[in-house]
Each structure stands twice: as structure tokens, then as C-alpha cells.
């Protein structure tokens, strides 16, 4: 079936220490986001990207880095230098950007919960 | 730039009751509206958009929304609920141009905590 994978699903990792989420499609979509969630503050974008080898910052990028080196895949660093990293990470992509109508509709995976201890 | 206003953090409701979830928002440009639902520690899926045409838009789970251009609203809205709509529920908005094709970011709402209680 086509869809987004993110992996790993639950993830716990000591201060200081960077890590690196997955996102994998199979949609065939140009687009890739990055997405933080914490409680009562809705979706925040950290990163997107419209093509393969171009990305552009979101809303929150600061202690984030992203790499688009193959269209269907989409990887987040978070870095130590992110303040408070500890959150819920969805991953999504849009349909093909360059042709047809692109509404904006996004598709998302299960999600990555990354816990600092 | 769009923003998203949902009016209700939280909506605690009876099973078997109805129930309406407030969006409204704010754009410069023509936005075509979605609403999704997530379920505890997974992933937004879709539960309907308004694109163009009739302004009443049905989606999945017996769930319908209105688009109200003048009031620049989009409710969420389920005759009767189930103790599975239990979930946070989120209105988006995207802009798109005059060929209507999006400006490429959705703008999202804080998210609407539904409760069914039995």
C-alpha cells in the first residue's frame, strides 16, 4: 500500500545528543514537511521541501536539519542545539507540486515521539 | 498569510448527541478548507475538504462541514457521536492562486479535543 513511513515510532535519547527521525513515501509526491506537535499549540513547520536536493526553513528550524536526497526520503537531525526537543514529529507530503492541481492536502505518517531524558 | 481560529480547545459531549466544532479564518487570497482527525498518538488523517461547489461538504465517519464565505467559517459538524470520535480534530486552510493551485503550506487551527462520554 502507499503511504508515509516514519520509523522509529517511540524514541528516548539523553541531552545533548543528536538525532535523526525518519520519513520514507511511496506516493510518488514532491513534497515533504516536517511538522512539531505539542500540546495545545497545534502543528508547527520546521521544514519542507518542493524538490529533491531543495529545502526551505518552516516556522521553528532553529536546532533542526533536514536532507532531500532522494525524493522519497525526507530525514530530521535534531541537533543539541534545539532548546527543548522533546515532542510528538509528523511527517507529510502533498501531491506532485509541478503538475495538476495542488490543493494543498497533506498526507501524514504514524508519527515519531522523541523523549530527552 | 491565512490563520486558523478554532473557537473551542476542548468539547466534552454525550454519546448519541450532536456536536459542531468551530473554525473560522482569515486569508488575503482565495483558500480551499480541510479538516482531519487524530487519534491518540498517530498520525492526521483526512476527514473532508471544500475545494469548489456546494459549500455543504460530507466526509467520512458521518461527519459533514459548511463553508461560509461571508463568515469566513468552516464548522465541523456529526449528528450523533460515537465514543470512537473521541479524538483531536484540526481545521486547516490553504491559499492558492488564481490558476488554483495552492500556495503549497497548510496553515493549521490549535486542534479541538473531542470527548464522547458514555
Known amino acids: 500500500d502507499g503511504g508515509i513511513t516514519q520509523s522509529p515510532k517511540y524514541l528516548f535519547r539523553k541531552e545533548g545528543q543528536n538525532v535523526t527521525l525518519s520519513c520514507e513515501q511511496n506516493?510518488?509526491?514532491?513534497?515533504m514537511y516536517w511538522y512539531r506537535q505539542d500540546p495545545g499549540q497545534g502543528l508547527r513547520l520546521i521544514y519542507y521541501?518542493?524538490?529533491?536536493?531543495?529545502?526551505q526553513k518552516g516556522d521553528i528550524a532553529e536546532g533542526y536539519s533536514v536532507s532531500r536526497e532522494k525524493k522519497e526520503s525526507f530525514p530530521l537531525t535534531v541537533t543539541s542545539a534545539q532548546k527543548n526537543p522533546t515532542a510528538f514529529y509528523l511527517c507529510?507530503?502533498?501531491?506532485?507540486f509541478g503538475g495538476g492541481v495542488n490543493t494543498g492536502e497533506l498526507f501524514f505518517g504514524e508519527g515519531s515521539r522523541l523523549t530527552v531524558l | 498569510a491565512q490563520s486558523v481560529t478554532q473557537l473551542d480547545s476542548q468539547v466534552p459531549v454525550f454519546e448519541e448527541a450532536p456536536v459542531e466544532l468551530r473554525c473560522n479564518y482569515s486569508?488575503?487570497?482565495?483558500?480551499?478548507l480541510f479538516w482531519y482527525v487524530q487519534y491518540p498518538n498517530q498520525g492526521l488523517q483526512l476527514l473532508l475538504k471544500?475545494?469548489?461547489?456546494?459549500?455543504l461538504v460530507k466526509g467520512i465517519n458521518g461527519f459533514e462541514a459548511e463553508f461560509n464565505k461571508s463568515q469566513t467559517s468552516f464548522h465541523l459538524r456529526k449528528p450523533s457521536v460515537h465514543i470512537s470520535d473521541t479524538a483531536e480534530y484540526f481545521c486547516?486552510?490553504?491559499?492558492?492562486?488564481?490558476?488554483?493551485?495552492?500556495?503549497?503550506?497548510?496553515?493549521f487551527g490549535q486542534g479541538t479535543i473531542l470527548t464522547v462520554h458514555p
Open positions: 486547516a486552510v490553504s491559499g492558492f492562486n488564481a490558476g488554483g493551485t495552492s500556495y503549497g503550506k497548510l496553515t
Open positions: 471544500y475545494l469548489s461547489g456546494s459549500t
Open positions: 506516493l510518488n509526491h514532491d513534497a
Open positions: 507529510a507530503s502533498s501531491t506532485p
Open positions: 521541501s518542493q524538490i529533491v536536493n531543495d529545502f
Open positions: 486569508s488575503s487570497v482565495s483558500v480551499y
